[in-house]
């Protein structure tokens, strides 16, 4: 595998259910992003972890849970979510290294379906 | 708050025309990028720009960074049927933790 991987592409889930999203880089990078994409709006950037650690989270509701083992996998758990939580959910990795360039690679995403 | 604005938002072109998107800011960015995004996948990064003025060509893309940091753009020679697909501007700040993106120009070339 190269790049950067997301496991499922597609899942479809009620309000009521709890289920998780996986990323996997082999980059060699030390930074995770999660992003959510909607129909007309711009990426919206939910979680960023720096070496492992979460060094971001923009405002993101309780419902979404990251979690970062490793700097090659990043996790999204999501439980009781709501039909407006149905979009193409992105994850991204890159290389910070103090410099400006944030290059981030990007996975092929997994699309949400909240019934 | 930084924002990008990415213009035209559609465009919709004929096999073998030229077009040029715009990406603009009332900010000072530290670099930018440009990915394109095809349905249903992750978007994929073409180019990264960093100093003011700077031009790089990607076979029949150009891309240029405005003087002041502050805007780029896109410009596709011949287009074809390929280049079909959204096109993202993304800059990063020195005062930022991550990409801040623009909504997108939705490119759809017809042979």
């Known amino acids: 595998e190269t790049g950067v991987t997301q496991t499922p592409r597609h899942l479809v889930m009620g309000m009521t259910n709890k289920k998780s999203l996986k990323c996997e880089q082999h980059l060699g990078h030390n930074a995770m992003y999660w992003y959510k994409q909607s129909a007309k709006k711009p990426l919206e950037l939910m979680f960023v972890y720096s070496l492992e650690e979460r060094v971001e989270n923009n405002s993101v509701p309780s419902r979404f849970s990251p979690e970062c083992p490793n700097s090659s996998h990043l996790f999204l758990h999501l439980h009781t979510l709501q039909p407006e939580d149905s979009a193409l959910y992105l994850c991204?990795?890159?290389?910070?290294?103090?410099?400006?360039?944030?290059?981030?690679?990007f996975g092929p995403g997994t699309r949400l379906t909240v019934t | 708050t930084q924002l990008l604005e990415q213009s035209p938002q559609f465009l919709s072109i004929q096999e073998g025309e030229n077009l040029t998107v715009y990406c603009n800011s009332s900010s000072v960015f530290s670099s930018l990028q440009w990915y394109r995004q095809e349905p249903g996948e992750g978007p994929v990064l073409l180019v990264t720009?960093?100093?003011?003025?700077e031009v790089k060509k990607l076979k029949r893309l150009t891309f240029q960074f405005g003087d002041a940091r502050k805007d780029s753009s896109l410009h596709i020679t011949a287009a074809q049927p390929g280049d079909t697909g959204l096109y993202l501007c993304?800059?990063?700040?020195?005062?930022?933790?991550?990409?801040?993106f623009g909504k997108g120009t939705t490119l759809s070339v017809s042979s």
């Open positions: 720009v960093v100093t003011g003025g």
């Open positions: 993304a800059g990063s700040s020195r005062a930022g933790t991550a990409l801040i």
């Open positions: 991204a990795s890159s290389l910070r290294t103090g410099t400006d360039r944030y290059e981030q690679y």
